[in-house]
């Protein structure tokens, strides 16, 4: 049982280029989120999915575009990477929107 | 609007003395509050919860109090201990938009030895 798992780690881009970032759960949640962490402004939600097939904006959606295909993967998309997206991502799913459990991180930088 | 806020940037304990970690809320939509605590270089962790309902939870050294009409709540830690040394993040879920949870901005609690 892996838990919520994020891949890359680690990446750079330049300005302008594109990525996608993937989340995958085992455990048969229907949520899952994907949040940014900047210094000073906390966990903030980006984009989020009730069940397979279905996305909704969060807080801070501009830049980002995400896809729910089948129900334990979630993947977030950059299509033209900016250095204000220079952050650290998490994703986390959950069963009911209570207690969500994290992945690891993936750590981004956009020069 | 930061509807949730953590006013306290950084705390600093001494071991075995109690840690208090304060959030303060605006919506009185939200009807349900966690802790997650987050070690560097990875992913937040549940730590506790509390229902509107209630005004106090209790899990081993941690307790959450729940104070509604003040649209406050705060997490104790007692005693202290150095693997404590954690950022701390409140969250809240409004009932009225029950899907997500809106997170606070981190205290971050060193316990000392």
């Known amino acids: 049982n892996a838990g919520v798992t994020q891949t890359p780690k680690f990446r750079v881009l330049k300005t302008g280029q594109s990525m996608t970032l993937l989340c995958a759960q085992d455990m048969n949640h229907e949520y899952m989120y994907w949040y940014r962490q900047d210094p000073g402004m906390g966990l903030r939600l980006i984009h989020y999915s009730v069940g397979e097939g279905t996305t909704a904006k969060g807080e801070v959606p501009d830049g980002y575009n995400v896809s729910r295909l089948k129900k334990q993967n979630f993947l977030l998309g950059l299509e033209s990477a900016a250095p204000s997206q220079t952050s650290v991502y998490f994703c986390?799913?959950?069963?009911?929107?209570?207690?969500?459990?994290f992945g690891p991180g993936t750590r981004l930088t956009v020069l | 609007d930061q509807q949730v806020k953590q006013n306290s940037p950084s705390l600093s304990v001494q071991e075995g003395r109690i840690s208090i970690l304060n959030c303060d809320y605006t919506?009185?939509?939200?009807?349900?509050f966690l802790w997650y605590k987050k070690y560097p270089a990875e992913g937040p962790t549940f730590l506790i919860s509390?229902?509107?309902?209630?005004d106090k939870n209790e899990d081993g050294r941690f307790t959450v109090f729940l104070n509604k009409s003040a649209k406050h709540l705060s997490l104790h830690i007692v005693p202290s201990q150095p693997g404590d040394s954690a950022v701390y993040f409140c969250?809240?879920?409004?009932?009225?938009?029950?899907?997500?949870?809106?997170f606070g901005t981190g205290t971050r609690l060193q316990v000392t030895l």
């Open positions: 509390i229902s509107s309902i209630k």
């Open positions: 919506n009185s939509m939200f009807d349900y």
């Open positions: 969250a809240a879920r409004d009932s009225g938009t029950a899907s997500k949870l809106t």
């Open positions: 986390a799913s959950s069963y009911s929107p209570d207690t969500q459990y």
